[in-house]
C-alpha cells in the first residue's frame, strides 16, 4: 500500500483517480474504481439534468459503500449548463468529493465549503494551479501535455510540469497526463506529485460503459495516434486520431473557422463512438498514454497491478540503486 497526503485527504487507500470523462463517467466505473481503493469521479455534465444526476449518483451508491466523487467542468459556452443547479444536486446528495475542472471555481467555493465538501481542482499550468490554491481548493490535479481532452496552450510535458508545481505549490497535488502503469505512478511519486490521475487507462477497462470495439482501439492505438485540434482557436484538444479529428485539424490549418467544423465536432457524433463502436463516427478523447496500454482488465486488477508494480519499483530497482556504502547517487 502507497500511503501519501493525497490518500489521507480524500480517505482512499490508493494514490490512483479516475477524472471526470464526458458520456464515460457512469456509476459503474466509478463504483468499481471506489471498490478498488481508488477514487473515481461521476461526470455530472453526462447527465441530462441535475435531478439525473442526482440518481446516477443514488445508482452509485448502491454499488459501493466506499469514497467516490463527481466532476464539474464549466467552460465557456453560449448558452452554458445550469452550473449552480448541478453543484446543488451535488451537495444534496451528500456528495463529499467534487474534481472541478475548466473555469476558475473560486464561485463554487462558498456552496461547497458550506457543505463540507473537498475539491480537487483540475489545472494545466502552474500559475492556475496557484490561484485555485489560493481561492481555497483542498488539492489540484496538474494536467500535462500528454493528456486526453483539453492540454492547456502551454504545451509544458508532465515530466517539467510536475516538478515545478511541486515547488511552487503548499497543497497536495496528483498528476495527470500520460500516466497507465505503475512505473508512472512511482515516476510521479518521485517527482513530487501524491498520486496520477487516469482517464483513458480506466477508459480501457471491463467496466468502462463504452463498446469494446472502442476500447480494443485503444489497445491497438499507439502514443502516436492522437490529434490536437483547435490549436488555432487557442481551445487546443487532444482526441483519438481518425478521419474525422484529421480533417478538422485539416480545415483549420488551411484557415477556416469554428463554424466549418462545428457539424464534425458535434458532442453527439462524439457519444455516437462510445455507444455504437464506430471510432470514425465523431471526436472522441484519447490520450497518449494509449501507447502503454496492451490488454481490458478489470479496474480491480488494473489498480492492484499499478500500485504493486509502483511499489516493487520503489522498494526493488530503486532503492537497489542506492544500496551499499559504495552507492553514488547522481548528482551528488
Not at 482557436?233 to 478521419?243: D, E, H, P, Q
Amino acid at each position: 500500500m502507497l500511503k501519501t497526503r493525497f490518500t489521507e485527504l480524500f480517505g482512499v487507500t490508493h494514490p490512483v483517480v479516475q477524472g471526470g470523462m464526458q458520456w464515460v463517467g457512469r456509476a459503474e466505473l466509478v463504483a468499481a474504481v471506489a471498490n478498488s481503493g481508488a477514487l473515481g469521479f461521476i461526470t455530472a455534465l453526462t447527465q441530462p439534468s441535475p435531478d439525473a444526476l442526482a440518481v446516477e449518483i443514488a445508482r452509485c451508491r448502491e454499488m459501493t459503500d466506499k469514497p467516490f466523487g463527481v466532476n464539474l467542468t464549466t467552460l465557456p459556452s453560449i448558452s452554458p449548463p445550469p452550473y449552480a443547479e448541478y453543484r446543488d444536486a451535488i451537495i444534496e446528495s451528500g456528495v463529499k468529493i467534487v474534481e472541478t475542472a475548466g473555469n476558475n471555481p473560486e464561485p463554487h467555493m462558498p456552496a461547497f465549503r458550506a457543505a463540507g465538501v473537498k475539491v480537487l481542482h483540475k489545472c494545466t499550468s502552474v500559475r492556475h494551479a496557484l490561484k485555485a490554491e489560493a481561492v481555497g481548493v483542498d488539492a489540484l490535479s496538474i494536467d500535462g501535455f500528454e493528456c486526453a481532452g483539453h492540454p492547456g496552450e502551454d504545451d509544458v510535458p508532465g515530466l517539467i510540469l510536475i516538478p515545478a508545481a511541486a515547488r511552487a505549490l503548499k497543497i497536495p497535488f496528483i498528476a495527470s497526463g500520460g500516466f497507465a502503469d505503475g512505473r508512472g505512478l512511482a515516476a510521479a511519486l518521485a517527482l513530487g506529485a501524491e498520486g496520477v490521475n487516469m482517464g483513458t487507462r480506466f477508459m480501457c477497462t471491463a467496466e468502462s460503459p463504452i463498446h469494446e470495439t472502442v476500447k480494443q482501439q485503444i489497445v491497438d492505438a499507439s502514443e502516436l495516434d492522437t490529434e490536437l485540434i483547435f490549436r488555432q482557436l487557442r481551445n487546443t484538444s487532444r482526441v483519438a486520431s481518425n478521419t474525422v479529428s484529421r480533417e478538422v485539424v485539416s480545415v483549420l490549418s488551411a484557415g477556416g473557422a469554428f463554424d466549418d467544423v462545428r457539424d464534425l465536432v458535434a458532442g453527439a457524433r462524439g457519444r455516437k463512438v462510445y455507444e455504437l463502436g464506430d471510432p470514425e463516427a465523431g471526436i472522441w478523447a484519447a490520450g497518449m498514454s494509449q501507447g502503454l496500454i496492451h490488454d481490458v482488465p478489470t479496474v480491480a486488477e488494473l489498480v492492484d497491478r499499478i500500485v504493486a508494480e509502483a511499489a516493487d519499483l520503489i522498494q526493488g530497482r530503486l532503492a537497489g540503486l542506492c544500496a551499499g556504502s559504495d552507492a553514488v547517487l547522481v548528482g551528488s
